[in-house]
């Protein structure tokens, strides 16, 4: 009978670490994808330097970047991604200035079927829009603005492959500040290794129509899954290089920070 017993507990400990692993693997791809039915709060940090005309100036930019999913019926979901900027500049733009608070809110919001295509493509298709909620007018830029966004992406294996695109074009706000007409491409590629790392690589370009000026930063990413008590989380950072940037702005290579909280369903 104890035999039995004992037998029966290590049946049931090995299937739920089997299906742990197998949650811990599922989490780890939903990450991956940007439209993904996953509620997670990332917090990434971002610092650059090399900023202005004497190269003196640093940036360190918070972005607090909650990603909620809404099952809208049976076929669809909508996906809300905000980006929240905390930023804390030191000479810059030019070497004695430095301002510290909240920069402006990109929200974007996402359709996205719940089942991917035949071919197995994921997608999302929906409006992105810029709130002008920098707490300093040297932390933003005072326009309202908005328009189209889109992400299409396909996980193979350990392999997603994926490419997020927006552009917002200004409508309102401060007459004396520039408009706003940019467009912000995200190619990225990411692999899930068996202990539930992921190394990522991506661009976060951006292309100004009013200064025609590129904005290249490449980054590359490593983040690992943990569980710590009951709160799961992925933790990691990386390193970024400025391939171009426009005048006066960031050089060289810049750092990365990242830590996210997954609240599965």
Avoid: C
């Avoid at 980006?83 to 510290?100: F, K």
């Avoid at 197995?120 to 920098?134: C, E, K, R, S, Y």
């Avoid at 992400?151 to 997603?160: A, F, R």
């Amino acid at each position: 009978m104890l035999i039995r017993v004992l037998l029966s507990l290590i049946l049931i400990l090995s299937l739920h670490t089997t299906l742990y692993a197998q949650n811990e693997e599922e989490l780890a791809k939903k990450l991956s994808n940007p439209v993904a039915s996953l509620i997670s709060v990332p917090i990434q940090a971002n610092y650059d330097e090399n900023i202005g005309p004497n190269e003196k100036g640093s940036v360190w930019r918070i972005n607090v970047q909650p990603v909620i999913p809404f099952s809208l019926n049976s076929e669809w979901n909508l996906i809300s991604r905000t980006i929240i900027p905390v930023i804390d500049q030191d000479d810059a733009p030019v070497v004695g200035m430095g301002e510290s608070g909240l920069g402006d809110i990109v929200q974007s919001l996402f359709f996205s079927p719940k089942k991917p295509t035949a071919g197995g493509l994921i997608w999302g298709l929906g409006p992105v829009v810029l709130l002008p909620t920098a707490s300093d007018d040297a932390l933003g830029g005072e326009k309202w603005g908005g328009g189209p966004t889109a992400v299409l992406l396909k996980q193979e294996g350990p392999w997603t492959f994926g490419l997020l695109v927006n552009h917002i074009e200004s409508f309102a706000g401060e007459d004396d500040r520039p408009d706003i007409s940019a467009s912000f491409m995200q190619p990225f590629v990411s692999y899930i290794t068996k202990t539930k790392t992921t190394l990522g690589l991506n661009t976060e370009s951006t292309y100004d129509w009013e200064s025609n000026q590129w904005t290249v930063p490449v980054n590359l990413t490593v983040n690992q899954m943990l569980k710590v008590g009951s709160q799961i989380i992925q933790v990691g950072g990386g390193v970024r290089y400025w391939a171009d940037s426009p005048e006066n702005g960031p050089e060289g290579w810049g750092y990365r920070l990242q830590l996210t909280f997954l609240f599965p369903k």
